[in-house]
């Protein structure tokens, strides 16, 4: 009797069941996200989540064979695909084909004979089915869906996955998910800009695609010149314009790496990984990007993704999360990675239409703002599937891998990803623009009503009134001796009055 599964000690009188039962049958070193077991006895309700199990009642018990198991899997637990995929490969082809042909019009007989081909691209000894009922893949109550599934006459399945067999993300539609869709966040982006003038807009997407640029490469830990932060924002600025493809990709790699003599642009040629070396330059990884030589039909795949994803009209902040996202578990270049995978959430939402024209999100510096949950959650992606890579280190320091890695790279649940999106979106929309907007508004009143104290040009009086600021209301000594000597003790109280009063009521 299994008494732990991966580390990990099974609630008392509890047996695995599914997806983790059939890892351990087949003994298969692969991450399981979610670790099932079932009860030997009635619990209080049919399952029980903690956070490391979640324990089924005594009354799902079933027959003690993989079949049976992965039928359970597919009904009850979250879809895994990378799991799902592994374990189908390891099924004997006659017990799969036995079981689907005892009633292949059972919707689960015809989901696992659709996954056997789909992701093993094998085709099983099968007659189509005649014409009849199709059934969805997935539950559409339960995932994010394709808006126009994929007819498998074959199965007479709908295939609604949001993916293809190359790469495929699958989202939960939990709690989270299902109020950001109904929130309409592109209808509360077009009241923030109501009565506000072109020219003031324009000033703040100015100040906005700055901060972003800048914030871009604060986030990888680098402190880039102005003039490298002025042209990245340039790039951002013109996000989804350009398609998304391997020359497009190329592109921005070559405008981010001013100095590429010791890069290589585009798709790299050697392994990559995030993480530290010991003192004789062994590779200490914490995260290894895909294969090098499995890097053109990855990016093939989500250049098709992404084509896919806006003609089926798949809400625009999913999508730019899906590509965003799978770019940087990908890791396709040597370096630029972090900052071309921020792009191409611009570069989507931008193409989707839910910036307004001429402005940007601020995405990358609200990101820097909450750094440690970003980086969260690209960790607790990353971090199960080291496991799964073979490697040894080369003579320059670098890592080999030994095994096949590329379906560790294709499936993957981006549910907490989009959750993080959508509320960085969510944040922009309802604080960050409206505070640019009334920081600026407030900046322009407060000029105004210093010029009717004093007569001076408008750049020292830009100047004087971030120095008030900066110093809690106050113009410091140190500030008033260099730059203001001439100004009279009551023009400075006058000033500090208004600046203060401008601001505080914004």
């Given at each position: 009797?299994?008494?732990?599964?991966q580390?990990?000690?099974?609630?008392?009188?509890?047996?695995?069941?599914?997806?983790?039962?059939?890892?351990?049958?087949?003994?298969?070193?692969?991450p399981?996200?979610?670790?099932?077991?079932?009860?030997?006895?009635r619990?209080?309700?049919?399952?029980?989540?903690?956070?490391?199990w979640?324990?089924?009642?005594?009354v799902?018990?079933?027959?003690?064979?993989?079949?049976?198991?992965?039928?359970?899997?597919?009904?009850?637990?979250?879809?895994?695909?990378?799991?799902?995929?592994?374990?189908?490969?390891?099924?004997?082809?006659?017990?799969?084909?036995?079981?689907?042909?005892?009633?292949?019009?059972?919707?689960l007989?015809?989901?696992?004979?659709?996954?056997?081909?789909?992701?093993?691209?094998?085709?099983?000894?099968?007659?189509d089915?005649?014409?009849?009922?199709?059934?969805?893949?997935?539950?559409t109550?339960?995932?994010?869906?394709?808006?126009?599934p994929?007819?498998?006459?074959r199965?007479?399945?709908?295939?609604?996955?949001?993916?293809?067999?190359?790469?495929?993300?699958?989202?939960?539609?939990?709690?989270?998910?299902?109020?950001?869709?109904?929130?309409?966040?592109?209808?509360?982006?077009?009241?923030?800009?109501?009565?506000?003038?072109?020219?003031l807009?324009?000033?703040?997407?100015?100040?906005?695609?700055?901060?972003?640029?800048?914030?871009?490469?604060?986030?990888?830990?680098?402190?880039a010149?102005?003039?490298?932060?002025?042209?990245?924002?340039?790039?951002?600025?013109?996000?989804?314009?350009?398609?998304?493809?391997?020359?497009?990709?190329?592109?921005?790699?070559?405008?981010?790496?001013?100095?590429?003599?010791?890069?290589k642009?585009?798709?790299?040629?050697?392994?990559?990984?995030?993480?530290?070396?010991?003192r004789?330059?062994?590779?200490?990884?914490?995260?290894?990007?895909?294969?090098s030589?499995?890097?053109?039909?990855?990016?093939?795949?989500l250049?098709?993704?992404?084509?896919?994803?806006?003609?089926?009209?798949?809400?625009?902040?999913?999508?730019a999360?899906?590509?965003?996202?799978?770019?940087?578990?990908?890791?396709?270049?040597?370096?630029?990675?972090?900052?071309?995978?921020?792009?191409?959430?611009?570069?989507?939402?931008?193409?989707?239409?839910?910036?307004?024209?001429?402005?940007i999100?601020?995405?990358?510096s609200?990101?820097?703002?909450?750094?440690?949950?970003?980086?969260?959650?690209?960790?607790s992606?990353?971090?199960?599937?080291?496991?799964?890579?073979?490697?040894?280190a080369?003579?320059?320091?670098?890592?080999?891998?030994?095994n096949?890695?590329?379906?560790?790279?294709?499936?993957?649940?981006i549910?907490?990803?989009?959750?993080?999106i959508?509320?960085l979106?969510?944040?922009?929309?309802?604080?960050?623009?409206?505070?640019?907007?009334?920081?600026?508004?407030?900046?322009?009143?407060?000029?105004?009503?210093?010029?009717?104290?004093?007569?001076?040009?408008?750049?020292m009086?830009?100047?004087?009134?971030?120095?008030?600021?900066?110093n809690?209301?106050?113009?410091?000594?140190?500030?008033?001796?260099?730059?203001?000597?001439?100004?009279?003790i009551?023009?400075?109280?006058?000033?500090?009055?208004?600046?203060?009063?401008?601001?505080?009521d914004?």
């Amino acid at each position: 009797m299994v008494i732990t599964f991966q580390n990990k000690r099974l609630p008392n009188t509890s047996n695995l069941i599914g997806f983790t039962w059939l890892i351990e049958h087949f003994n298969l070193n692969v991450p399981l996200r979610e670790l099932a077991c079932i009860s030997q006895k009635r619990l209080a309700s049919q399952r029980i989540v903690t956070d490391t199990w979640i324990q089924f009642d005594a009354v799902f018990n079933i027959e003690e064979n993989p079949y049976s198991h992965l039928e359970f899997a597919l009904k009850h637990e979250t879809l895994d695909l990378l799991v799902l995929k592994s374990v189908l490969r390891y099924f004997k082809l006659d017990e799969i084909i036995a079981n689907i042909k005892k009633n292949p019009k059972r919707i689960l007989s015809k989901k696992i004979w659709f996954y056997y081909e789909f992701l093993l691209n094998k085709r099983l000894p099968i007659d189509d089915l005649p014409v009849g009922k199709y059934d969805n893949l997935i539950d559409t109550k339960k995932y994010i869906t394709r808006n126009f599934p994929i007819k498998s006459q074959r199965h007479k399945i709908h295939n609604n996955l949001l993916g293809t067999a190359k790469l495929c993300p699958i989202i939960q539609r939990n709690e989270t998910i299902k109020e950001y869709l109904a929130s309409d966040l592109s209808a509360n982006i077009s009241t923030i800009f109501n009565g506000i003038s072109k020219s003031l807009i324009r000033r703040a997407a100015s100040f906005l695609l700055l901060s972003d640029s800048k914030a871009s490469f604060e986030i990888e830990g680098e402190r880039a010149s102005r003039n490298r932060i002025e042209s990245w924002g340039k790039i951002i600025n013109e996000a989804g314009k350009v398609s998304l493809g391997h020359a497009e990709i190329e592109r921005l790699h070559t405008i981010l790496m001013e100095d590429a003599r010791f890069i290589k642009i585009g798709l790299r040629q050697n392994e990559v990984f995030l993480g530290d070396r010991d003192r004789d330059n062994i590779p200490i990884p914490e995260f290894i990007g895909a294969k090098s030589e499995d890097l053109a039909i990855l990016i093939e795949s989500l250049i098709e993704l992404d084509t896919l994803l806006e003609e089926d009209q798949v809400d625009p902040i999913l999508h730019a999360t899906i590509i965003a996202f799978s770019f940087v578990y990908i890791h396709p270049l040597e370096d630029g990675n972090g900052r071309i995978h921020r792009y191409l959430l611009h570069h989507i939402l931008a193409e989707r239409g839910i910036y307004p024209k001429g402005m940007i999100f601020p995405i990358s510096s609200v990101i820097l703002e909450e750094i440690e949950n970003y980086q969260e959650i690209l960790v607790s992606h990353t971090s199960p599937l080291m496991g799964m890579i073979k490697w040894e280190a080369t003579e320059k320091g670098n890592v080999k891998i030994l095994n096949n890695t590329i379906d560790l790279y294709r499936f993957f649940n981006i549910t907490k990803s989009c959750e993080f999106i959508y509320r960085l979106v969510e944040r922009t929309i309802n604080v960050t623009l409206p505070n640019e907007l009334n920081y600026l508004a407030s900046f322009d009143k407060a000029c105004k009503n210093i010029n009717e104290i004093v007569t001076m040009p408008d750049n020292m009086i830009k100047t004087l009134i971030t120095y008030i600021l900066q110093n809690k209301g106050k113009l410091s000594k140190k500030k008033k001796e260099k730059y203001y000597e001439q100004l009279t003790i009551e023009e400075i109280q006058k000033i500090e009055k208004v600046v203060n009063e401008t601001f505080d009521d914004k």
